[in-house]
């Protein structure tokens, strides 16, 4: 089943015409997502790395110095991200623009031009997973998804975005290669990039993989593909490895960031996949020892040498950060979590897969799913059943679901062609529906109001989870001396970011020392906590009343600091700026 290729120009236009709408749609409101953050700690956190960077940090010092216990610690983050964002600030500062202004507009241009690409890809490997023209219903869909996702807004800049784009690519790329002979490479490249930015995208990376191999086993034709997977897929990691990694932390293995463990694994899968799809017989039996080889040696390997990370991703994480920060998390709940607390994102991220997986699965009924199918339809039951474990997996499901929801509307649109009826056109009318998020976002809003049910949780509405986002809201905080700031870890990347103050705590698992403390400061008493502070050479405490993760820590300790600040009664070794008090972030003076 083939496409026409010549496509791609206008796919590329409707998508950028796409764009160019969500792009007008937020400039006319203003570019809410930049006047205020809100939760949005990983863009200000990473807007702060691209500043460092640019104020000449080295390139291979990932350490956040201005957050944590003395000394800051070493972020799990990837340059990869940081660099395109210091090309554009440097562009626009080169041209006579100021630093705010280039830092705006990198911060408008770089999440609009991934939502652009984004489209396209989708839009690409839906007419590859349809053999059929779905141009309108791919772009509309895309478009929608990508868009209440809310990792393409202005102002988002953490890598959500582009390990999107890239495990997106890589499946296309993917599904293309019987019909373009550099696809394959090309889908290898993405996977690495996609596992080089973040850990998360390792399960896809993993499928990706498992699915060229099993293509592979299959199917002799299948040879190139695997071989150009494998090459891509392991040359890339060679160079990020070389880029990114100085040479005396070649040998370092850390299990959350790409380092000597994912380059190991990377290179001996990719090149061992490479060499196995040379060399082996044409047979289905010699194709499938050498892959069940070449399996057993990558595992034989991670378990000799890297056998800590087999554990769970957070399995070494201290037991008061997993109670206090870790189970408040929006993006690491598990679905039975959302579905209780949080039926608006439970709506919004999980029906429109469980229909386009429903879709699938009817058509296995009645028919055996091409090549592309399969691959779309292994790639989002995986992202489904990552999302059921942590709902972060549903950014990748919702926008893999727009492939076969799309054939989908193209099916019925080609039935009403041929014989146009009003069930017909019924028919079309509720697929667009039930095939857009929003509508199960609003169904699940309205239902909400007419049982009028309270949150059950302090954090269980993500939209509600920190009122203290705008750059206003720390002007007063912004003007006093520079000092360590004890302040709820929601509220840590805004004070790096509008402050040059240095901040105790932020959202981050490897901030250990400085979660804990800011733990043992507020749930403690207030002698226990200016123990803390004097240690930790506290200056200021930035209360935020409607932050609710303060909120959860004084219900939690009731005779603890926060607890107490929030009541207003404050020990005598505080005294409350009269100037801050009332507003959003009200400071208090350590004496």
Known sequence: MTVQGTGWKNDLLLAACATLVVLTVNAVSGFPTLANYGADNDSMLRLVEVRDLLAGQ????????????????????????????????????????????????????????????????????????????????????????????????????????????????????????????????????????????????????????????????????????????????????????????????????QCDAFSSFQFAVAALSGFGLAIASTLTVSTVQARFVSMLALAAVV?????????????????????????????????????????????????????????????????????????????????LVVAFG???????????????????????????????????????????VTAWLVSLNATWAGVAVAAQSVVHKAPQRVNSDPDQAVTCGKPDDFRDLAAMPATTVLASSNLGSGILMFTGHRALAGPYHRNVGGNLAMLDAFMGTPEAARAVIQREQVGLIAICRGNTEEISLGLDAPDGLAAAL?????????????????????????R
């Open 58 to 253: 080295g390139w291979f010092d990932l350490h956040q110095y201005r957050m944590g216990t003395a000394g800051g610690f070493v972020m799990h983050w990837s340059r990869l991200v940081d660099a395109p964002l210091a090309l554009l600030v440097m562009a626009f500062d080169a041209v006579g623009a100021g630093a705010a202004t280039a830092e705006r507009a990198a911060r408008i241009i770089w999440p609009t031009t991934l939502y652009g690409l984004t489209i396209f890809v989708l839009m690409r490997a839906s007419r590859r997973f349809a053999g059929a023209d779905v141009a309108m219903p791919s772009l509309i869909l895309s478009t929608a998804a990508l868009f209440f996702l809310m990792i393409y807004s202005p102002g988002v800049i953490d890598h959500h975005n582009v390990q999107l784009l890239l495990t997106a690519a890589s499946l296309w790329l993917l599904m293309e290669a019987p019909f373009w002979r550099p696809a394959a490479l090309l889908s290898g490249i993405c996977a690495g990039l996609t596992l080089a930015v973040g850990m998360e995208t390792a399960p896809y990376v993993a499928t990706l993989g498992i699915c060229a191999a099993v293509l592979f086993i299959l199917d002799d034709k299948e040879r190139a593909t695997a071989r150009g997977f494998g090459l891509g897929f392991a040359g890339i990691a060679l160079l990020v490895f070389v880029a990114t990694i100085r040479p005396s932390d070649w040998s370092v293995a």
């Open 299 to 379: 595992a034989v390997t991670v378990i000799a040498a890297f056998p800590q990370c087999l554990a769970s991703p957070y399995a070494g994480i201290d037991e008061r950060i997993r109670t206090f920060w870790l189970a408040d998390v929006v993006e690491a709940q598990p679905f039975w979590s959302v579905a209780i607390h949080q039926p608006k994102l439970m709506a919004a991220r999980y029906v429109t897969p469980f229909i386009a997986i429903l879709l699938i699965g009817f058509h296995l009924r009645s028919r055996r799913l091409h090549r592309e199918e399969m691959l779309a339809a292994v790639l």
């Open 386 to 428: 990552v999302s059921l474990w942590q709902v972060r997996g549903s950014t990748f499901s919702v926008a893999f679901a727009v492939l076969p929801l799309s054939a989908w509307i193209a099916q019925i649109r080609l039935r009403a062609s041929a014989a146009p009826s009003w069930r017909i056109s019924t028919a079309i």
């Open 566 to 590: 929030l009541r207003g009664n404050l020990p005598a070794w505080l005294e409350l700026d009269q100037s801050t008090a009332g507003k959003p972030i009200e400071i208090y003076k350590v």
